[in-house]
């Protein structure tokens, strides 16, 4: 045989050998290796002692008791108590507000009052600062600010209730056969109205100014300014009476309360109330004006 042809015969067997899948270590052989001491991983204890739990199991083992460090703990703690904080925050700002549940007109009636009070305080300032104007550009000086000192002394007679007053607005009249009216519910009467834009009340034959006080009486009367007045108590109030009646008629005001404690409440407009009831001038024992 030639050179040639050898060396084509061991080619052949080369290629043969190289084709030919690698020897398969047998199962029993490899585990014996792995007892032995060999280089593949060992089988976790866990398995070789509890051979017979599930998946489902051992992820349950895995998964508690929960293993929490320090940090994660200070974590959840600051988490709970910022979501704490905000559910407070958002419940109190729900809670707080008192025209929840309150219908569309009733709403739309509470705004176009705020529009009116803003409205007379533009007013206001417009008149006083025409006044200070006829002050600086008077040529008669004296003269304009004596008129001013009468007409301003005219109206803190009405505000002290030193002096008469007459103009539009309305009569609140609470009939109470039960006894239940307390003196609670007419201060807030008084302060609805003063809140609407009242200039000048009397409730009854007593004159409400800035310091009176009312408290509760016996035999179901009540006392303004040390005053006694029983049922019927009728308010007169002198303002705008649009303004003044739907202040007594919002949803939870006066009107409600009231026949919640089944008193008959009757609101009447007019464009001529008189408030006559006057109190006496008080000389103030402490108290001196620090204007130079």
């Not at 000192?149 to 009939?175: D, F, K, S």
């Not at 519910?185 to 409400?208: F, H, P, S, T």
């Not at 007169?236 to 404690?261: F, M, S």
């Amino acid at each position: 045989m030639s050179e040639d042809e050898n060396k084509n015969k061991d080619n052949e067997q080369h290629r043969l050998r190289k084709e030919l899948p690698d020897e398969v270590v047998p199962e029993a052989a490899d585990g014996a290796e792995r007892a032995d001491g060999g280089d593949e991983a060992e089988v976790p204890a866990a398995e070789t002692k509890n051979p017979s739990l599930t998946g489902r199991q051992r992820l349950a083992k895995g998964l508690w008791p929960p293993r929490v460090s320090r940090a994660q703990l200070i974590v959840a703690v600051l988490l709970f108590v910022l979501g704490l904080g905000l559910a407070i925050q958002v419940r109190s700002n729900s809670d707080s507000s008192a025209l929840r549940g309150a219908r569309q007109e009733d709403l739309v009636r509470i705004l176009d009052e705020l529009d009116d009070r803003t409205q007379r305080l533009g007013d206001e300032k417009q008149r006083l600062e025409g006044q200070r104007t006829e002050l600086e550009n008077s040529s008669d000086q004296a003269e304009e600010a004596r008129k001013q000192t009468v007409e301003r002394e005219r109206q803190l007679g009405i505000l002290a209730g030193t002096v008469a007053a007459q103009g539009p607005g309305i009569t609140l009249t609470i009939t109470d056969k039960k006894g239940a009216v307390q003196a609670d519910m007419l201060l807030d009467a008084i302060q609805e109205l003063r809140a609407a834009g009242a200039e000048a009340i009397q409730v009854n034959d007593v004159r409400v100014v800035a310091d009176t006080y009312l408290t509760d009486a016996s035999g179901g009367k009540v006392s303004v300014d040390g005053h006694k007045i029983g049922e019927p108590f009728v308010f007169k109030v002198i303002g705008k009476p649009q303004d003044l009646e739907p202040a007594l008629n919002i949803p939870g005001g006066v009107v409600q309360t009231l026949e919640k404690e089944q008193a008959t409440v009757t609101v009447t407009q007019a464009q001529k109330i008189v408030v006559d009831a006057l109190r006496p001038a008080k000389r103030p024992d402490y108290a001196q004006s620090s204007s130079q």
